[in-house]
């Protein structure tokens, strides 16, 4: 990486995004993580896009991303 380029390389410009929970949570900028997070997750109630339910015994659960 050129010098000059070198002293950007933390800077938000460059940063990338978490690939999971865990991995924003560990970040600098967390609070800012969780507002989205928090965001996100009303939007989801508001827009009815879920529904909990109770796992059968023996069942898993499957994930999702």
Not at 28 to 33: A, E, Q, R, T
Request: hydrophobic residues 35%; glycine residues 4%; positive net charge.
């Amino acid at each position: 990486m050129p010098e000059d380029l070198d002293k950007f390389k933390d800077s938000a410009l460059v940063m990338t995004d978490p690939l999971t929970y865990q991995e924003a949570m560990s970040r600098p900028n967390v609070i800012y993580w969780k507002k989205a997070c928090t965001k996100e997750l009303e939007q989801f109630v508001k827009q009815k896009l879920f529904s909990t339910m109770h796992i059968p015994v023996g069942q898993k659960v499957v994930g999702c991303k």
